[in-house]
């Protein structure tokens, strides 16, 4: 079971990566996180399916964050490569897409990215806030 959705900066995404962390009954997989020049593609992949409570509950959750993505045909290969175990630096190149985080939910890689990207800047823009 995954979800993928679209966020609008990197505070709503950085909340979704502290819900994970704090909600137990999740069976979290993996969490992507790719930064578009517009907003955030967070893919969250289960290691089984939820309950149909559950799977309610916690699409409620990200519907309150950003909208459901189907997203384009480069940027779910970029998703199937990291799933099947390509590196990160490899679906960066073949697909040029940023892929910001990949694997456990990790608040400091997106933190990271955000102060690099508006280092290089000189500015943040309304999606790294």
């Known amino acids: 079971m995954e979800y993928i959705y679209y966020l609008a900066n990197a505070s709503l995404t950085l909340r979704l990566v502290e ?13 992507t ?3 578009r020049i517009d907003g955030w ?8 399916p939820l309950e149909p409570q559950q799977d309610g509950d916690f699409r409620a959750y990200l519907n309150e964050l950003g909208i459901p993505y189907e997203p384009e ?5 970029a998703l199937w490569g ?12 073949r697909y040029q897409v940023a892929v ?3 694997g456990s939910p990790d608040r400091s890689e997106i933190e990271e990215f955000r102060k690099q990207f508006v280092r ?3 500015y943040c823009p309304e999606t790294l806030a």
């Open 19 to 31: 819900y994970l962390h704090n909600t137990s009954w999740l069976p979290v997989q993996f969490m």
């Open 33 to 35: 996180v790719i930064h």
């Open 41 to 48: 593609v967070v893919k969250v992949k289960m290691q089984q």
């Open 73 to 77: 045909i480069r940027l779910r290969m």
């Open 82 to 93: 990291l799933e099947t175990g390509q590196s990160p630096v490899d679906v960066m190149r």
């Open 100 to 102: 910001v985080s990949h």
């Open 120 to 122: 290089g800047l000189g």
